[in-house]
């Protein structure tokens, strides 16, 4: 059987010459059709349904003359891809040929506008598409704007440009702060604070000597002890003192109070003391004993003035006669809490009696 000039062989498909070239055959062959299932016939009108085409092979278009069968109602044969995603007319032209020979020179500013090559010279129908071209580049202007400074930079002026629209009252903050309105609120936010801060913020007490009995001696009056290599004395004694946290609302706590003992006549330090953690009850006076303890050493063997005052002072009693007083300077420091730095003050105490008392043999 022939199709033309090629021997076809019984089940439609074109023969390989006896010669054995591939050329000839591969020559009929279609990609488009074959993946298609579009094979060569026999007849050209020996399929009824079917039209013949130019170079016999099969149609998928249904015949519109062929006579209604009981199978006419079933889907129309369609091809699975169009011609389209072959890149070349599959049908129509020999896939081994259709291929770019070389591509036509194209202007710069033509191919970056269009972003599409020409077609081959051959016109094979083939049409390559790249990617969108580039825009133009970045001038120095738009890349110094794109830097994390410049940005900075642009934020902090877009608020202070709100903040003047702000103030000169064509914006409103919130949609409903106005400046005037701002100024208002701000006046009756101080107030409040000023009020709740008068009641809240502690108050520094006042401190005073008790007028009966201002020294106490710990454990009791012969307590008091003489040494005469070197010369000095040591003992431990009360202070008995008055706190008035009358101007406070809460109670003043103290984390530390320092006391130190002076002698008036001399300055000399005769003592020092330290209560920790204590407090004063607000719109209440507070009577507490402050622990002190006194030492002293003399500068000569027979005893300095300093020396000399508290000895006497605290000598042995003897019948119808006085002893002298001392005459002290108490000055007392404290840290409270809730307020920033130290607070002190400082009193004296004139003509009180030395409370213990030496025995004749010391």
């Known amino acids: 059987m022939y199709m033309g000039d090629k021997p076809v062989n019984s089940k439609g498909y074109l023969q390989a010459n006896e010669s054995g070239d591939d050329d000839d055959e591969d020559e ?50 369609q091809s699975l891809l169009p011609q389209e995603a072959f890149g070349f007319d599959a049908r129509n032209t020999n896939p081994r040929t259709s291929f770019p020979i070389s591509m036509r020179e194209i202007d710069t500013n033509a191919n970056r506008n269009s972003g599409h090559l020409a077609a081959n010279e051959a016109g094979s129908g083939i049409e390559l598409i790249t990617v969108p071209a580039l825009g133009a580049e970045y001038t120095k202007e738009e890349m110094r704007q794109m830097t994390r400074k410049q940005k ?26 106005t400046p005037r309105l701002a100024v208002f609120l701000a006046f009756i936010f101080f107030c409040l604070l000023g009020v709740c801060l008068f009641f809240v913020i502690p108050r520094v007490p006042t401190f005073a000597l008790l007028t009966t009995d201002p020294l106490e001696a710990v ?27 009358g101007g406070g609302w809460i109670t003043t706590k103290a984390s530390e109070i320092k006391v ?20 004063f009850p607000g719109r209440k006076r507070t009577v507490f004993k402050m622990p002190v303890s006194f030492s002293y ?49 400082s009193t004296q105490i004139s003509n009180v009696a030395c409370p213990f008392e030496l025995q004749n043999f010391q």
């Not at 026999?42 to 998928?60: I, K, P, R, V």
């Not at 902090?156 to 103030?167: G, I, L, T």
């Open 297 to 345: 050493v003399s500068l000569n063997a027979t005893g300095d003035e300093t020396f000399l005052d508290f000895y006497h002072a605290c000598g042995h009693k003897y019948d119808n006669t006085a002893r002298p007083t001392l005459n002290l300077g108490i000055s007392l420091t404290m840290k409270v809490k809730g307020l920033i730095g130290t607070k002190g003050t």
């Open 219 to 245: 454990p009791d009056g012969a307590s008091m002890l003489i040494h005469h290599s070197p010369t000095n004395f040591s003992m431990d004694m009360n202070l008995n003192l008055r706190a008035d946290n």
């Open 28 to 77: 009929d062959w279609n990609v488009y059709d074959d993946f298609n299932n579009v094979r060569p016939l026999s007849s050209s009108a020996g399929l009824s349904g079917l039209q013949s085409h130019d170079q016999g092979y099969w149609d998928a278009t249904p015949n519109k003359e062929a006579p209604e069968t009981p199978y006419s109602d079933y889907p129309k044969r």
């Open 260 to 279: 130190q003992v002076t002698d008036i006549k001399t300055t000399k330090k005769v003592g020092e003391g330290t209560l920790n953690d204590f407090s």
């Open 152 to 177: 900075k930079k642009n934020k902090r002026s877009a608020k202070k440009a709100q903040v003047a629209k702000w103030a000169k009252g064509e914006e409103r903050a919130c949609g409903w702060l």
